[in-house]
């Protein structure tokens, strides 16, 4: 879709796949995952890994707040925002938890700064002073020169979206959004003000 464009797909994949960077595309967008276990708001950035007919993939470690919250209630919302685009995509869904396989693949897709990250973001790092953070950091490279395998705390989700909004901003008129809900019968489409 383009900011002169009017007309809009039954499909809201086809969007996605002109919006998103494919998923062999290391510079993966940032994405805002908000969560509201026991009725209490809470958001934070991270990366989304990958996306496919079924949905969002993100991944984390298994001790975080996130999958505490996600195991009270799987109800997420997602915020990708484009600036340079003047575009930004929100989903509404429900988080669950990814396949073993998928698993596998984007741990091996992440750079290797990610893959060690997974290994070493844990409170007991985070309380290190800084100079004992980085000879850590530098150590635990060295003694993996050969790759890292998938940490045991590796886990992930994939949103399987109910609703899809895709806003677009113009700087000669008024934004709009487009707005994909699902239903038994696929998507309904429909246009509202920005």
């Known amino acids: ?6 007309t809009f797909p039954a499909d809201p994949w086809q969007l996605l796949g002109a919006w998103l960077p494919s998923n062999d595309d290391p510079a ?5 995952l908000a969560t509201a276990a026991d009725g209490v708001p809470d ?7 990958e996306f496919d007919e079924h949905g ?8 975080s707040r ?3 919250q996600l195991a009270a209630d799987g109800r997420v919302a997602l915020m990708l925002h484009f600036p340079d685009k003047a575009r930004q995509l929100t989903v509404q869904g ?7 396989d998928e698993l ?4 091996r897709a992440r750079s290797p700064y990610l893959q060690q990250l997974a290994w070493q973001n ?12 980085l000879a850590a950091w530098s150590a635990f490279k060295d003694d993996h020169a050969d790759g890292f395998g998938q940490p045991l705390t590796w886990t992930g989700y994939l949103v399987r979206p109910s609703r899809l909004t895709f806003w677009v901003g113009n700087p000669d008129t008024a934004s709009r959004r487009t707005e994909y809900t699902r239903t038994p019968e696929g998507w309904a489409v429909n246009l509202l003000a920005g």
């Open 43 to 49: 958001a934070r950035t991270l990366l989304l890994s």
């Open 1 to 6: 879709m383009t900011r002169s464009d009017d």
């Open 66 to 68: 996130k999958v505490r």
């Open 104 to 107: 596998r693949r984007a741990f």
């Open 56 to 63: 969002f993939y993100f991944h984390t470690d298994t001790r």
């Open 122 to 133: 844990t409170i007991e790092f985070a309380g290190l002073p800084l100079a004992d953070r």
């Open 94 to 100: 429900v988080a669950e938890p990814a396949p073993a």
């Open 28 to 32: 993966r967008p940032l994405m805002t």
